[in-house]
């Protein structure tokens, strides 16, 4: 998740010519080499799907990105998954640009930087590609797979903080993801009003970005841990930050037992250091039901069967039914918490 979402620009960059030459030199390989047809059955609803996640290599989207291919080969969409290694506000534009003149049915994007995607999401969407957004919605889109409620994440992590703490309280720090990914801020402002409002006895020293980097969020970590004495817990609603506070907790023992580390994670990034003691609690979804369902919703907008209109309902294989609600968002379901009683049951 990883999470979400993550971006390390807040500027539009302007794209032009070297756009221009960047898509076309993706028409000619780049795509092939960093995606590839879904496979099987043909295309029997007469559709094209390319899925464009934060980035390539995380491991959350390549859950997610494998639940859209299994769903995409389950309706006969031809599928292609592209995207950057890094995770730039402009980055993932050339591949919508691709995907628009290599006539792609629908695009479905998790956006690193919402704002510095639209006009070139517009633009598909005028070319007659349907838009779905998944992980961090945008404006431009004709629907938002949610992989839950903001409300509910934020309730969520905040409940699992403020049992640990207790009636005393104390001092935490919140560490996310990029700093314009907009479903982190939204959860970040989300567990700050509710805490705010619901446990006075709770108080957040400093809100850290890890950038979605491993190496970015271990050090953010440490600063958290270092310059903050009486720091009692780290909310890391993202699968990078939370992962690599997990990590810096346990090469540091005088921090074991002193500060407690919960967020957004992956089973299987997450295990050692639940097993071991380190983290005892975490939250997260299936990133794999998130993608699936993100495929369904595409396909279903390419068959007309919704528009992306408040009540429009569809059908997502194996998940059931599904209704559009306010703002085009569809809600996979509720935050799951994982422990050492069920870790290990989880691959992704």
């Known amino acids: 998740m990883r999470f979400t979402f ?205 950038e979605d980097d491993d190496q970015k969020s271990y050090q953010a970590a440490q600063g958290l841990m270092q310059s903050i004495p009486d720091l009692k817990g780290i909310i890391a609603p993202d699968t990078v930050a939370v992962k690599e506070a997990a990590h810096y907790l346990s090469d540091t023992p005088q921090f074991q037992g002193k500060v407690w580390v919960t967020g957004l994670g992956l089973p299987s990034e997450m295990a050692t250091y639940v097993n071991s003691g380190v983290v005892e609690q975490f939250g997260l979804w299936n990133p794999e039901d998130l993608g699936y369902l993100a495929s369904y919703a595409a396909d279903a907008l390419i068959k007309g069967t919704i528009t992306g209109k408040e009540g429009d309902t569809f059908k997502a294989g194996k998940l059931g039914k599904f209704t559009v609600g306010k703002g085009g968002e569809v809600v996979l379901g509720p935050m799951f918490v994982f422990d050492k009683s069920n870790v290990g049951k989880f691959s992704f």
């Open 6 to 210: 993550r971006t390390t620009s807040t500027r539009r960059i302007a794209l032009g010519a070297v756009a221009i030459a960047a898509a076309a030199a993706l028409l000619s390989g780049c795509a092939a080499a960093t995606g590839g047809s879904g496979g099987g059955g043909g295309d029997s609803s007469g559709g094209s799907i390319t899925v464009i996640p934060k980035s390539l290599g995380n491991k959350y989207f390549e859950a997610s990105d494998k639940g859209a291919k299994t769903a995409a080969d389950a309706l006969g969409l031809k599928f292609k998954e592209v995207g950057p290694t890094a995770t730039g506000s402009a980055d993932q534009v050339p591949f919508i640009q691709t995907a628009i003149q290599t006539g792609q049915k629908a695009i479905a994007i998790a956006a690193n930087d919402p704002s510095a995607v639209c006009n070139d999401l517009k633009a598909a969407q005028k070319a007659g590609v349907k838009v779905v957004a998944f992980d961090t919605d945008t404006d431009c889109r004709d629907v938002f797979i949610n992989q839950a409620t903001v409300d509910g994440i934020a309730k969520g992590l905040v409940d699992l903080m403020a049992k640990h703490l207790g009636p005393a309280g104390g001092t935490i720090a919140i560490e996310s993801g990029g700093a314009n990914a907009a479903n982190l801020n939204a959860w970040v402002d989300a567990m700050t009003a509710l805490i705010k409002k619901d446990h006075p006895e709770i108080k957040i020293a400093k809100v850290a970005y890890g």
